[in-house]
């Protein structure tokens, strides 16, 4: 079992940034991929970005590229999403996961273990 526990969303005007953590605990963080997702109101939760388990990779949604950036810091066990030059279509709540595979996946059933979710909002 992996607990996952998300914290840094906010309001924020358009332009702005923010960081998104992700802090884990139970079994060892570096055997998962972890990923981040979003879901708007009335929408599907849709993937924004993945890290793979040792770091070195990464893939991101077409729509935060160049904008996002995901890390993280297995000897902290935590995973962040930069999030610069934010737009009010980035406005959702923000749900890291983690899958005990190896692919970066996109797919959210792939998934094992989810945190509760952030807000962001971003304002025009």
């Known amino acids: 079992q992996v607990q996952l526990v998300e914290s840094g969303g906010g309001l924020v005007q358009a332009g702005a940034s923010l960081r998104l953590s992700c802090a884990a605990s139970g079994r060892t963080f570096s055997n998962y991929v972890m990923g981040w997702f979003r879901q708007a109101p009335g929408k599907e939760r849709v993937f924004v970005a993945a890290i793979s388990r040792n770091g070195f990779r990464q893939y991101y949604a077409d729509s935060v590229k160049g904008r996002f950036t995901i890390s993280r810091d297995n000897a902290k066990n935590t995973v962040s999403l930069q999030m610069n030059s934010l737009k009010p279509e980035d406005t959702a709540v923000y749900y890291c996961?983690?899958?005990?595979?190896?692919?970066?996946?996109?797919?959210?059933?792939?998934?094992?273990?989810w945190g509760q979710g952030t807000q962001v909002t971003v304002s025009s």
């Open positions: 996961a983690a899958d005990r595979g190896v692919g970066l996946s996109t797919t959210s059933t792939t998934y094992d273990y």
